[in-house]
């Protein structure tokens, strides 16, 4: 049973435009999530994260949304720049297991100029 | 700056033969995984340890073992090559931090004939 889903495989949207990466999990006992971004050729790279015990974190352009209640977390980024175009991993895992995470499968963003 | 290196970049190799991946992290950090990338499939753990001498089962053990002599290095055996494991291999250790997220290196493709 996969616990962390991503069920959108891609995304297409314009340049300066909002993109809106979801992801749901099925566990509710994972304290932290975190998304990734991963280029052609290259490893994934950490981007945001978020805890449990939050429902908002910012960083730049990118904001994280955790909704607990409804089991699921979204990535927002904008404005979406061409460089944004990447597949995004969302992951989690529990406090106690020192960065063993379990990702989704991805969703690859395409930003059009 | 410290770093984590995958060699060989890319391999082929025939089904049956012996193949090992290595990893290199210069963080002195306790603990690294092996995950596996596939389209559809996202990122599947194999292996992981969290200190010499210790070795541990992801979801995707099957055909697969590492060993752990030394902090720095995290070898990927596959003791006998099936075409099942052609795939991109990531090896990461975890960055220090809250949310503790995974410093991957750039990956080895493995093609097996």
């Known amino acids: 049973d996969q616990q962390v889903k991503q069920n959108s495989p891609s995304l297409s949207v314009q340049e300066g435009r909002i993109s809106i990466l979801n992801c749901d999990y099925t566990?509710?006992?994972?304290?932290?999530f975190l998304w990734y971004k991963k280029y052609p050729a290259e490893g994934p790279t950490f981007l945001i994260s978020?805890?449990?015990?939050?429902d908002k974190n910012e960083d730049g352009r990118f904001t994280v949304f955790l909704n607990k209640s409804a089991k699921h977390l979204s990535l927002h980024i904008v404005p979406s720049q061409p460089g944004d175009s990447a597949v995004y991993f969302c992951?989690?895992?529990?406090?106690?297991?020192?960065?063993?995470?379990?990702f989704g499968d991805g969703t690859t963003l395409t930003v059009k100029p | 700056d410290a770093e984590i290196t995958q060699s060989p970049r890319h391999k082929i190799t025939e089904t049956g033969r012996q193949v090992t991946l290595a990893c290199h992290q210069t963080?002195?950090?306790?603990?690294m995984f092996w995950y596996r990338q596939d389209l559809g499939h996202g990122l599947r753990l194999i292996h992981y340890?969290?200190?010499?001498?210790?070795?541990n089962k992801g979801e995707v053990s099957d055909g697969y073992s590492v060993s752990r002599s030394n902090t720095e290095d995290l070898p990927l055996t596959l003791e006998s090559a099936a075409s099942s494991q052609t795939s991109v291999y990531f090896c990461?250790?975890?960055?220090?931090?809250?949310?503790?997220?995974?410093?991957f290196g750039d990956g080895t493709r493995l093609s097996i004939l």
């Open positions: 340890s969290y200190g010499v001498q210790d070795t």
């Open positions: 992951a989690a895992r529990y406090n106690t297991n020192a960065g063993k995470s379990t």
């Open positions: 978020i805890s449990s015990i939050k």
């Open positions: 566990n509710s006992m994972f304290d932290y």
């Open positions: 963080w002195n950090h306790n603990n």
């Open positions: 990461a250790s975890p960055s220090p931090g809250e949310s503790q997220p995974q410093h």
